[in-house]
Nanobody, 120 residues
Framework: VQLVETGGGLVQPGESLRLSCAVSQPGNVIRIYAMGWFRQPPGKQRELVAVHTNGRGTEYGDSVKGRVTISRDGSANTLYLQMNNLKPEDTAVYYC?????????????WGQGTQVTVSS
């Protein structure tokens, strides 16, 4: 399975952006136990943005709660991250992650990342 992120770019504070993570092999975006988005700001460690776990629901990072929404689209075999009211501190490389946590064949797979820059 491969993950390919797209949708990053340069936006101004207050604007919105939707990131996409295309998942290879049809059916996987729904089947995979946990799929999420993480980010790594410049000079900092990678942190959770949002993760959706089948049967358990969604968890969001404290710094983005109320501003982002994660969703899986089975017809497009894609994981999305809708981000609204973006702030300069949202500037980071955003990574897509897939992990079956022992309940399937996918073991902690990452995409290559997409850069999001929020600046006026």
């Amino acid at each position: 399975v491969q993950l390919v992120e797209t949708g990053g770019g340069l936006v101004q504070p207050g604007e919105s952006l939707r990131l996409s993570c295309a998942v290879s092999q049809p059916g996987n975006v729904i089947r995979i136990y946990a799929m999420g988005w993480f980010r790594q700001p410049p000079g900092k460690q990678r942190e959770l943005v949002a993760v959706h776990t089948n049967g358990r629901g969604t968890e969001y990072g404290d710094s983005v709660k109320g501003r982002v929404t994660i969703s899986r689209d089975g017809s497009a075999n894609t994981l999305y991250l809708q981000m609204n009211n973006l702030k300069p501190e949202d500037t980071a490389v955003y990574y897509c992650n897939a992990d079956d946590h022992g309940m399937g064949p996918i073991d902690d797979i990452w995409g290559q990342g997409t850069q999001v820059t929020v600046s006026s």
